[in-house]
């Protein structure tokens, strides 16, 4: 059971982390979660993006732009972004030492407003055959969610609320901010293009990385901090699709491989985590639905 919630947990690390580093505004509809980037890149740019000075057609000096120079470009585009919609889809396998394989399969669907900060998430957990479906809400009301056995809606605890939203301060959770993390390795990103989108790609392998991954996992999730993890990647790559008239993502392909060692335990950890970006500052507020009112302790 230890091990699982470990599977579950780091799952939704990877998540939130490598989601807010390609950009975190996200959440297309639930049609194409799973796309590569050369799917993402034939669709056409979002409609739900702001409008640019640049819209109706790439220039030549935008042609000219370096992978680097891209990256920037879509912090500063995302820096005025208040709320966005997420989906992703996460499929991953973790190896215990001496033990079998544990596979899960992870669909999350997110609205969010950064300021103030409120969300709603639907999430789908399949570990190891056994489906779990999570419906939650985060608003003024406090967290509501529906539980997956019952079906009864129900308001945390504040400590247990406090907990589901350690690390998410708003520069975590400001996408803008999240990829200027990335910034210290500029230098290895690479560029694609497309008619319509640049595709930014880093291979983010190495010992340098190890670092740049452990705080991240210490940062947004304190019960991993505790542990104190050690990591060795051994194949991470990332690859961005930015919308060329916009700058703001499309998507983000993730693949890794590393191993983690806590607790004097080892777990060796191969996933794929695809992601989708829409309704950039769409989303004014996040409502309650009306049944998920009657929870203990919400307000009406």
């Known amino acids: 059971m230890r091990t699982k919630r470990y599977a579950i947990g780091i799952a939704a690390l990877l998540a939130v982390t490598m989601l807010a580093a390609c950009g975190k505004n996200d959440n297309k509809p639930a049609e194409s979660p799973s ?7 034939s669709a056409s740019p979002s409609a739900s993006a702001p409008a640019s000075p640049s819209a109706s057609a790439p220039s030549a000096e935008n ?12 912090i500063e585009a995302l820096k005025p972004i208040n709320s966005y919609n997420l989906s992703s889809k996460i499929s991953q396998k973790m190896t215990p030492a001496n033990a079998e394989t544990i596979t899960n399969d992870i669909s999350m669907d997110m609205d969010l407003v ?39 809606w129900m308001k945390l605890p504040q400590e247990q609320t406090d907990a589901a939203l350690a690390g ?26 497309t008619d319509k989108a640049y595709i930014v790609k880093l291979d983010a392998s190495g010992e340098k990385f190890n670092e740049f991954v452990r705080q991240k996992a210490l940062e947004n999730l304190q019960n991993l ?3 104190n993890p050690d990591f060795k990647i051994h194949k991470v790559d990332y690859a961005f699709t930015i919308d060329k008239q916009t700058y703001l993502p499309i998507s983000a392909d993730i693949n890794m491989n590393f191993d983690m ?36 302790g919400a307000s009406q």
């Open 35 to 41: 796309a590569s980037p050369s799917a993402s890149v």
């Open 225 to 227: 901090a505790s542990e």
């Open 114 to 152: 950064n300021s103030p900060l409120s969300f709603k998430q639907l999430t789908n957990i399949t570990s190891n055959g056994v489906a779990q479906n999570v419906e939650m809400y985060y608003t003024k009301d406090g967290m509501i969610m529906k539980d997956p056995s019952s079906g009864t």
């Open 63 to 74: 042609s000219k732009l370096s992978a680097a120079e891209v990256f920037d470009k879509t």
């Open 168 to 193: 998410m301060n708003q520069d975590d959770i400001n996408p803008s901010k999240e990829m200027e993390g990335l910034k210290p390795y500029a230098g290895d990103l690479k560029l694609e293009e």
């Open 261 to 296: 060692e806590f607790s004097g335990q080892q777990m060796a950890v191969d996933q794929k985590i695809a992601i989708d970006y829409s309704k950039f500052n769409e989303i004014k507020e996040i409502v309650l639905p009306d049944e998920a009112k009657s929870a203990v």
